[in-house]
């Protein structure tokens, strides 16, 4: 992902972690998803990367479309 999309899934997905009342373990329990793996992609880590299938993961954890994920608000 080019760093800019990385940057703004990173607080999408801490966003949509923190509406949905999650800390990052319970996220990674509920999603499959490793705890490690879950916070670097919340850091936006250099060189991380998300699949499709990390992205239905997370999404169905969150209990949201996988494009509500992807969703980012204009910025200014």
Excluded: N
Aim: hydrophobic share 40%; proline share 5%.
């Amino acid at each position: 992902m080019p760093t800019d999309i990385r940057r703004r899934f990173a607080k999408r997905l801490k966003r949509l972690r923190a509406q949905g009342g999650y800390s990052v373990s319970q996220l990674a329990k509920i999603s499959g998803v490793s705890r490690q793996h879950v916070r670097e992609l919340e850091l936006d880590y250099p060189g991380k990367r998300v699949t499709i299938v990390t992205l239905e993961k997370l999404a169905r954890a969150l209990k949201v479309p996988v494009w509500k994920l992807l969703q980012f608000p204009a910025e200014k």
